[in-house]
């Protein structure tokens, strides 16, 4: 069952075209009410929200399951920056198997979509966010429901101040002008805590812990009071190769307290299925991490444990073990289910916190 300690706001209308369509889609209610970490029902019914489909590696879905992951209207439109990424790559894929049309941007305009689930529906355009103008960036995104940010510094595609915070900057502001509904940011686990272990072995890199926070809370100020456009912040633990597993082995939280691994294809599946979700209040302007539930460690252990596999039992997150809860646990047996009653950020506030940075 899902653990949340937090009440699930009211729905908006849902008044678009796209979301109407997306509306005969939501996964059916279970059987029984599921149950808060404080004891309290949530609610049975579901807002409108489309799965991404399983690939190869997932693990075996069943009926009911795979219904509600029939492929969205053909209308919805998805940009990825950062196509040509381990995660961006993914990204696309998962969308395009989902039924959504997707532009694939990479910083020389190339993009193989050989041996992807419905290829045609992919195009592939030139978009460095390094170095595109500002009417680059809002020609690529007019038109498009969500933006997926899956960019990061590499030694060929500019350093983390041009990438991770004024690349950001730069496509965020352009998803504004162009009213687009959803501008999903793939950031990182301990990005908002400079003593723990991971973000001062990670920031050796060129500073790109760093970067990384301070372009998250730049789009925090900039998204303040925005009616129809917001943002979603996801931050993934370890990033490994392995094959998905699937929502229900995943845990978010929120507050950068905890972390673990998880796989590139899962946090795929959770970017697409948040893109998928714009236009409603599923994880409308939250920030949350993602990790694999067996895999969750304490902050301050899980640059250690990561390194060395030295993962704690599941039964250990449940409070009984020496991993701490924050009461912000969440967890489903379907991504509709894992997203459904993250808390907002609050209006405008920085997360970075305090510590010595590069």
């Known amino acids: 069952s899902k653990m949340t300690s937090r009440t699930i706001p009211p729905r908006r209308a849902h008044t678009t075209m796209a979301t109407r369509a997306l509306a005969s889609l939501a996964p059916a209610p279970r059987s029984r009410a599921l149950t808060s970490a404080r004891g309290r029902a949530a609610p049975a019914s579901r807002r409108p929200l489309v799965t991404p489909r399983a690939s190869a590696g997932d693990a075996p879905v069943s009926?009911?399951?795979?219904?509600?992951e029939t492929p969205p209207a053909p209308s919805s439109s998805v940009v990825v920056f950062g196509a040509n990424g381990k995660t961006g790559r993914r990204c696309v894929a998962r969308a395009a198997a989902a039924g959504a049309r997707v532009v694939a941007c990479t910083r020389a305009g190339d993009f193989s979509s050989t041996g992807l689930e419905n290829a045609r529906l992919v195009e592939a355009r030139a978009g460095d966010v390094s170095k595109a103008t500002d009417a680059d960036l809002r020609k690529i995104l007019r038109g498009c429901d969500a933006a997926i940010f899956a960019a990061s510094a590499s030694p060929s595609g500019g350093t983390p101040q041009e990438v991770d915070k004024a690349g950001l900057v730069k496509v965020a502001a352009a998803c504004v002008a162009e009213?687009?509904?959803?501008?999903?940011?793939?950031?990182?686990g301990s990005v908002s805590k400079p003593l723990s272990p991971v973000y001062v072995f990670l920031n050796f890199f060129?500073?790109?812990?760093?970067?990384?926070?301070?372009?998250?809370?730049?789009?925090?100020?900039?998204?303040?009071?925005?009616?129809?456009?917001?943002?979603?912040v996801i931050r993934p633990g370890g990033l490994t190769e392995d094959p998905a597993r699937g929502a229900s082995s995943v845990e978010l939280n929120q507050g950068d307290e905890k972390s673990g691994r998880i796989s590139r294809e899962d946090v795929a599946s959770l970017c697409v299925a948040v893109a998928m979700a714009a236009g409603t209040d599923v994880a409308r302007n939250a920030t949350f991490e993602c990790y694999w539930t067996d895999t969750a460690n304490d902050l301050s252990d899980v640059g250690f444990a990561n390194a060395l596999?030295?993962?704690?039992?599941?039964?250990?997150?449940?409070?009984?073990?020496?991993?701490?809860?924050t009461g912000r646990e969440q967890r489903g047996e379907t991504w509709a289910d894992l997203l459904d009653g993250l808390e907002p950020d609050r209006p405008g506030v920085a997360q970075q916190g305090w510590g010595p940075s590069l």
């Open 309 to 325: 596999n030295a993962f704690s039992p599941s039964s250990a997150n449940d409070g009984s073990g020496s991993v701490r809860p």
């Open 206 to 232: 060129g500073g790109v812990m760093r970067a990384k926070i301070e372009g998250e809370d730049a789009i925090r100020a900039m998204y303040v009071a925005r009616e129809n456009c917001d943002y979603v």
């Open 63 to 68: 009926e009911s399951t795979q219904a509600s």
């Open 179 to 188: 009213k687009v509904k959803r501008l999903v940011i793939v950031s990182s």
